[in-house]
């Protein structure tokens, strides 16, 4: 089982800032992909980052050139840095892990998603 835990969410005036954090834990083998994730109210989840283990990375249309998003290994954490909010990023933001885990006898595959934090930008 991998377990992930999302913190750094909060209310910020438009134009500010936010670092959202998401630490996996559990029995973890190797961790392919980490993501963020957000969904708004009314509509659905949608994809905001990704980055994969060989480094690529993949945004939304919408925050390209204000978010980052980056990884430290060691720890198993990934970080969503994001600048010059505005109101429509608010939403619950998740974040999702793929790879491999360890289960008695050998690995399987998991997918994982975390509680999710919520974002709030004021106008």
């Known amino acids: 089982q991998v377990q992930l835990v999302e913190s750094g969410g909060g209310l910020v005036q438009a134009g500010g800032s936010l670092r959202l954090s998401c630490a996996a834990s559990?029995?973890?083998?190797?961790?392919?992909?980490m993501a963020w994730y957000r969904q708004a109210p009314g509509k659905q989840r949608e994809l905001v980052a990704r980055?994969?283990?060989?480094?690529?990375?993949n945004y939304a249309d919408s925050v390209k050139g204000r978010f980052t998003i980056s990884r430290d290994n060691a720890k198993n954490t990934v970080y969503l840095q994001m600048i010059s909010l505005k109101p429509e990023d608010t939403a619950v933001y998740y974040c999702?892990?793929?790879?491999?885990?360890?289960?008695?006898?050998?690995?399987?595959?998991?997918?994982?998603w975390g509680q999710g934090t919520q974002v709030t930008v004021s106008s």
């Open positions: 559990g029995s973890i083998f190797s961790i392919n992909t």
């Open positions: 980055l994969t283990s060989g480094g690529s990375t």
């Open positions: 999702y892990a793929g790879g491999s885990c360890w289960i008695p006898g050998g690995l399987r595959d998991f997918a994982s």
